[in-house]
């Protein structure tokens, strides 16, 4: 198959759930349908899918290894975080620097799965997804991905 984080694997495919369940059951919108539009250049819309529980939200494009794996671990780290935030015991502008980048992270990964999974016209470029994942493996990746250099800057 062809993992949108990993590429050309011969792992097996998953159902990656764009909402976590914890995130659907948290919120108790496990259940609740959603209807996708497309809107025209005149303003209008128009249905693009049928309606659709928010937990049967899925995205066949992902290995189990990516699923089960390093988004799996984004989720764990970042639930505190996300609980923190909806329940007002952690203010957005108070969040230690590894923090914010783990919800830069997993909002990014949402996003991303979420663009294919609704079959968006133009989806988040996947090259992204990876970059999600090479940070998950090292500091130093997430480092070397930053665009913290001036152009012709070498990294020392």
């Known amino acids: 198959m062809n993992c949108l984080s990993c590429g050309n694997t011969s792992a097996t495919r998953s159902g990656e759930h764009v909402f976590a369940q914890w995130l659907l059951d ?4 496990l259940k609740t349908p959603i209807t ?3 809107y025209q250049a005149d303003g209008t819309s128009t ?3 049928d309606q659709i529980a928010l937990d049967s ?3 066949k494009r992902i290995c189990e290894p990516c699923n089960n794996g390093w988004m799996s ?4 780290h970042t639930k505190a975080i996300l609980v923190g935030l909806m329940e007002r015991t952690l203010a957005l502008d108070a969040l230690a620097d590894e923090q914010r980048r783990l919800l830069a ?3 990014g990964k949402t996003a991303i799965i979420e663009s294919y999974a609704v079959g968006a016209e133009k989806p988040i470029d996947a090259q992204l997804l990876g970059y999600r994942r090479d940070g998950d493996q090292t500091s130093d990746v997430r480092r070397s991905r930053r665009s913290d250099l001036r152009p012709g800057q070498k990294r020392t």
């Open 73 to 76: 671990r984004l989720e764990d």
């Open 57 to 59: 939200l899925r995205l």
């Open 36 to 38: 996708h539009f497309r």
């Open 47 to 49: 249905p693009h899918r």
């Open 105 to 107: 992270r997993w909002a």
């Open 26 to 29: 948290y919120l108790h919108a």
